[in-house]
């Protein structure tokens, strides 16, 4: 695992754009896995800002996002759908019909899961899934315990979830529904290289339970550490209560502003 602390979340998320989008210029057609959430803005944002001013290329880009909310269709502005298309898919020039995020409204979950499983592996599978991490120690919405073989799948999610996510759902965490579709822990740890981004002081706990804790389902996050090609990046809020020994090993990088 290399483990990188950045100064601040500034940097932290524009190392992360610059990682995806070096994967994007060295393959023909970079297969990306997107996540969603507050961690994920400014990632997104640097990236317009890459493709308005460097030219950074989305036209041969496919993307898989890693969950989506059961019940909610495309259009709704709680959904992941919406998030994508506000803060990335409407401001770079990725072709819509190669971005692909699981279907909420689908009318049959399950046969929905087994078709977008089905249509990573045809896509080729993922060059690298981006991952934030939850309350929970989720990465996607895989909620303790999720078997480190779990595929994607309809799951309910916990308490802590639905609070941390309540904002989009006017701060009432009952308002948050109660399932979601995402990619499983197996899904996730397919993909060729991770990239896992998480900010700030809330996250400090359970940064250091996934990176120095036990490896097994009570946090998903922890599956990360048996992936061989996988990058940490943390702002210096979410990696503080991290052990001297642990960030010894970290690469520490001094603010690129
Ligand atoms: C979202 C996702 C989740 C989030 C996590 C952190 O697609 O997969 O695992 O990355 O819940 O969310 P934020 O960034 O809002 O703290």
């Known amino acids: 695992m290399r483990l990188i602390i950045m100064p601040d979340p500034h940097s932290?998320?524009?190392l992360a754009a610059n990682e995806i989008a070096s994967l994007m210029t060295a393959r023909n057609s970079p297969?990306?896995?997107l996540a969603t959430g507050r961690t994920m803005e400014g990632v997104y944002r640097d990236l317009c800002v890459m493709h308005r001013e460097e030219g950074l290329d989305f036209s041969t880009t496919t993307s898989f996002n890693l969950d989506e909310y059961a019940g909610l269709s495309a259009d709704d502005r709680r959904s992941y759908h919406h998030y994508m298309n506000s803060l990335l898919?409407?401001?770079v020039n990725i072709?819509?019909?190669a971005a692909h995020l699981p279907a909420g409204d689908a009318s049959d979950l399950d046969a929905e899961c087994t078709a977008y499983e089905k249509l990573i592996e045809t896509s080729g599978g993922i060059d690298l899934q981006l991952l934030g991490i939850g309350d929970t120690g989720?990465?996607?919405f895989n909620e303790p315990p999720s078997p480190f073989d779990s595929r994607t799948r309809c799951v309910a999610l916990n308490r802590k979830t639905r609070i941390q996510n309540g904002g989009m759902f006017g701060?009432?965490?009952d308002n948050v529904p109660t399932h979601?579709?995402?990619m499983g822990v197996g899904t996730i740890l397919e993909a060729r290289h991770l990239?896992?981004?998480a900010l700030g002081k809330s996250k400090a706990a359970i940064v250091a339970k996934a990176l120095e804790g036990a490896v097994g389902p009570e946090v998903s996050a922890s599956a990360i550490r048996l992936h061989p090609q996988c990058t940490v990046i943390l702002d210096a809020e979410s990696a503080s209560t991290l052990s001297v020994e642990t960030r010894s090993q970290a690469l520490y990088q001094e603010s690129q502003d």
Do not use: E
Request: aromatic share 4%; glycine share 12%.
């Open 138 to 140: 989720h990465i996607g």
């Open 12 to 14: 932290a998320t524009r």
């Open 171 to 173: 701060g009432n965490p």
């Open 195 to 197: 990239l896992l981004l």
């Open 89 to 91: 898919f409407n401001h």
């Open 180 to 182: 979601a579709l995402t």
């Open 31 to 33: 297969v990306l896995g």
């Open 95 to 97: 072709r819509l019909s």
